[in-house]
């Protein structure tokens, strides 16, 4: 552990760090003004004071669409002298989310950085190739804060350029690569490629779009590493919001002393540990821009500290979903994840897929997959063998299609894109229609 005080420190001390934090942030937002002052006067808060972890669930939520809608400075809650930095995310239909940070952000968001690289098995020997963008996007740059936190050597090498990257990674031999997973993938099969030789990589953290633990397999067979996941937010502060450890037996572990976390179903009600619900996180010591109960959008399960662990932080599971990305198949709900799982559980099949909701005939929706397969002779099979198991594990039918190796586009930076939506036009991809 990086901070075995603030990984480990005892259920009871963390509650009663957590409260007074909390107190103070309401008190922080109370002075702010703004949105999210005028909706906890609404709900009769006056003071910090006030408010016991236990009210949280009856306290008002901020949503990604009060960040639009106040954009570009609305939730900003210090003078503007006070902000270092701006990250966020370019998002959809040009609304784009900013995120304002001051240096006291900087430093948190550091400290919860090395603790997931830590987590991971890095030290200050590590060599960290860090593979993801650098930006406006928070990865490259979270990533690379916690790393020279943590002590260790950071390659800012950014995504792209893959070739330069497989040199890099010969001649540096890092230990530790950040990047999403698909790049992980990319750069795995660009080695293989090469001809090159397992390299000196031991751990990979990945994150910042979904992935599955077939996913997971995948990326561990092809770089011969430790595959982790580590997930985050701008809007809380980017990735180590929570991050898996070697030790944290598959689930993330929150980093609760500064992001309180909640699991609530769809009419905003705690669930039980264990059950799938929405996460909401509240920024308890970050000062830039604030959150109470910030609805993520973002499905998991949650749970406590592995049984006789020294990390003591709840853990949540990888994510299942989102609730904007959940199908609803003739009325079966679908997440995009299950889709992988079953996809990605036949090692015929390789990971570069895409799904296409095909909503052309809106009372009658399809959803079509497309996969390739490993090796160029596609097996004829394939394609029924898949539908076959989609069929079990959704419950509905599917049209998947074997495409030819390469015809799935790749990513090589920013987020890949295995989910489109076709409503109109042509086919998303040639070969689908
Ligand atoms: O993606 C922060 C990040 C960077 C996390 C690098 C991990 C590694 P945004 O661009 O604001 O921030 O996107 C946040 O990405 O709400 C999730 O839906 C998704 N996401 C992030 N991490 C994961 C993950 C960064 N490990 C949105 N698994 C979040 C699945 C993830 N989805």
Redesign the pocket.
């Known amino acids: 552990m990086v901070d075995a005080d603030a990984e480990g420190m005892t259920l009871d001390r963390r509650r009663e760090l957590q409260q007074r934090r909390l107190g103070a942030l309401v008190n922080r937002l109370l002075d702010a003004g703004g949105v999210q002052a005028q909706r906890l006067r609404d709900c009769g808060v006056r003071s910090g004071a006030e408010v016991r972890l236990d009210d949280l669930p009856r306290l008002p939520t901020v949503r990604k669409r009060d960040l639009w809608e106040h954009y570009p400075h609305g939730l900003r809650a210090v003078e503007a002298e006070e902000v270092v930095c701006v990250h966020?995310?370019s998002g959809t239909g040009g609304r784009p989310?900013l995120v304002p940070y001051t240096a006291a952000d900087l430093d948190i968001w550091a400290e919860v950085m090395a603790r997931a690289l830590g987590g991971a098995g890095a030290t200050r020997r590590s060599v960290v190739h860090n593979a993801?963008g650098y930006g406006l996007?928070?990865?490259g740059i979270?990533?690379h804060h916690g790393a020279m936190r943590l002590g260790a050597t950071v390659v800012p090498v950014s995504g792209g350029m893959t070739d330069r990257q497989l040199r890099l990674i010969q001649d540096l031999r890092p230990d530790v690569l950040t990047c999403t997973p698909s790049y992980a993938i990319h750069l795995g099969e660009a080695m293989v490629a090469a001809g090159v030789e397992p390299t000196s990589l031991k751990v990979g953290v990945h994150?910042?779009?979904?992935?599955t633990n077939e996913m997971r397999v995948q990326i561990e067979r092809l770089l011969g590493i430790r595959a982790l996941?580590?997930?985050?937010?701008?809007?809380i502060i980017?990735?180590g919001v929570a991050a898996e450890s070697l030790d944290s037996e598959g689930m993330l572990n929150v980093a609760e002393d500064h992001f309180f976390v909640e699991c609530v179903d769809g009419d905003g009600n705690p669930v039980p540990d264990g059950t799938p619900g929405e996460l909401v996180f509240t920024t308890l010591t970050k000062t830039g821009m604030p959150l109470l109960r910030y609805r993520?959008?973002?499905v998991a399960t949650l749970a406590g500290p592995v049984k006789d662990s020294p990390r003591t932080l709840r853990r949540m599971s990888?994510?299942l979903g989102?609730t904007d990305d959940m199908l609803i198949v003739r009325g079966v709900n679908v997440f995009p994840t299950e889709v992988e799982a079953v996809l990605l559980a036949d090692d015929r099949v390789s990971p570069h897929y895409l799904i296409i909701e095909d909503r052309r005939q809106a009372a009658r929706p399809e959803l079509r997959v497309a996969v390739e397969p490993m090796a160029e002779s596609a097996e004829s099979t394939l394609g029924a063998d898949l539908a076959v198991a989609l069929r079990e594990r959704l419950g509905i039918g599917c049209d998947v299609r074997v495409l030819k190796p390469g015809s799935v586009p790749r990513t090589e930076t920013g987020?890949a894109r295995r989910l489109v939506r076709w409503t109109e036009g042509d086919a998303p991809l040639p070969g689908m229609g």
């Open positions: 966020g995310s989310t993801y996007f928070t990865g979270g990533v994150g910042a779009e979904p992935w996941d580590i997930y985050g937010l701008s809007e980017g990735p993520t959008g973002d990888k994510l989102r987020k």
